[in-house]
Structures are given as structure tokens and as C-alpha cells.
């Protein structure tokens, strides 16, 4: 088995198309068994809950919005590679991210982390919602099969987020300063949003040990 610790945050585009690209290397090595575990990572940790006017966070962010259009640009151009057309425009709101991760956490118990981050990837960078809103998050974890009430209530316990603010914490004091980081085997360190080649060039010498 090839295990993947993956540090990303669901508001970071080179984390979806880091995504992207790790999916189409492990689909090219069927023959392995992987497991997936996405980790927290906020890129804006003091973000406030109700998030940010978009505009505003660009401005202060790259310092005006005609310098954020030409980065955004080329993460565009790279996206569409990977079959995604990211909808920049339709963003108004930079949220808080935390609450979509401890989404992503009762995923991962029910074994449906991949799926459900990929509905959270599509709603903020192709549909412009705002993913730090409870009742965005509540739609996707419903469509998702995890119950409402239980998602409800999760959201209203203050007792899971300090386990999960500590994983992040962890992550910052190993060293992690960015996102996407892949981290294979618990040896392995792979930082941004590598091509698929490269991570399949990983997978074939790990798959060799292996066998």
C-alpha cells in the first residue's frame, strides 16, 4: 500500500489541480492499492468567520486587481489542462476555510474524503459559492449521504475543533509553509502541484520495493 498525506486547503486552486494530477497518475497504477488522507491547511488561518469581499482580498493579497487577474491567469491556462475551467469571476466571497475541513474530517470516518473535496473544489472555483457558509457546506455534505442533524451537530460542537486546528498546527512546526504538500510513505516530501509524471515516476520505484 502507498499512503498519501496530503496538506492542502479547499480555497487554494494549485491544491485542486495538484488533485487533478495525483488522480490521473493513481489511475494509471490501478494495480496498487493507495490510501488518501487530506489534511488541513488554511492558507488564510486568520481569515474572519463570514470570510472576505473578494475584490478586497485581492487587493490585499497582490496588492491590486489587475496584478491578481495576470496570476490567476496562468493557474487558469494550468487548470484547464486538467480538464478544469476554473470560474474566477464568479467568486465574491474569500471565505474562512476552516469549516469546509472539518467538513472533509467526518468525510474521511465515512470514507468518502476524495469525493466530498471534489465537491467542495467545484463549488467555490466553478459554481463561485461561498464554501465557509454552513448551509453551502450542509448542501454538500447532504448530497454526499452524511446526515443532516449529525453534520448539525458536528458544526455546533466546539470540542472537534481543536484536534483539528492541532493537526494543522503540526503541520506548520514540521515545516509545511504551502500547499499542496504530499507527503508519500510518511518519507517522501513532495511540495505544489506536481505533474502527473512525476508522481507516477514515484509510484513505479515505490510500486518495485513494494513487489
Not at 494549485?14 to 490510501?35: M, Q, V
Not at 465557509?132 to 475543533?161: Q, T
Request: aromatic share 10%.
Amino acid at each position: 500500500m502507498i499512503e498519501l498525506d496530503i496538506f492542502s486547503d479547499t480555497i487554494c486552486p494549485w491544491c485542486y489541480i495538484g488533485k487533478k494530477r495525483l488522480d490521473n497518475a493513481i489511475t494509471k497504477h490501478s494495480h496498487l492499492e493507495f490510501k488518501q488522507t487530506w489534511r488541513p491547511f488554511q492558507l488564510n488561518p486568520g481569515m474572519a468567520p463570514d470570510g472576505m469581499d473578494r475584490q478586497e482580498y485581492l487587493v490585499s493579497k497582490f496588492g491590486s486587481v489587475d496584478a491578481a487577474k495576470t496570476v490567476y491567469e496562468n493557474i487558469r491556462e494550468e487548470g484547464l489542462k486538467e480538464g478544469i475551467d476554473f470560474n474566477f469571476d464568479s467568486i465574491q466571497v474569500t471565505p474562512n476555510s476552516f469549516n469546509s475541513h472539518r467538513l472533509l474530517a467526518i468525510a474521511y470516518e465515512k470514507n468518502i474524503q476524495e469525493q466530498v473535496l471534489d465537491d467542495l473544489f467545484e463549488s467555490y472555483f466553478l459554481k463561485g459559492e461561498d464554501i465557509g457558509n454552513p448551509n453551502v457546506l450542509l448542501s454538500i455534505a447532504v448530497n454526499n449521504s452524511i446526515d443532516e442533524d449529525r453534520f448539525k451537530n458536528y458544526l455546533s460542537n466546539k470540542d472537534n475543533i481543536e484536534p483539528l486546528a492541532n493537526e494543522e498546527l503540526q503541520a506548520r512546526k514540521m515545516g509545511i509553509d504551502s500547499v499542496p504538500t504530499f507527503i508519500v510513505n510518511k518519507q517522501i516530501v513532495i511540495n505544489g502541484a506536481q505533474t502527473s509524471e512525476n508522481f507516477e515516476l514515484i509510484f513505479q520505484k515505490l510500486s518495485g520495493s513494494i513487489n
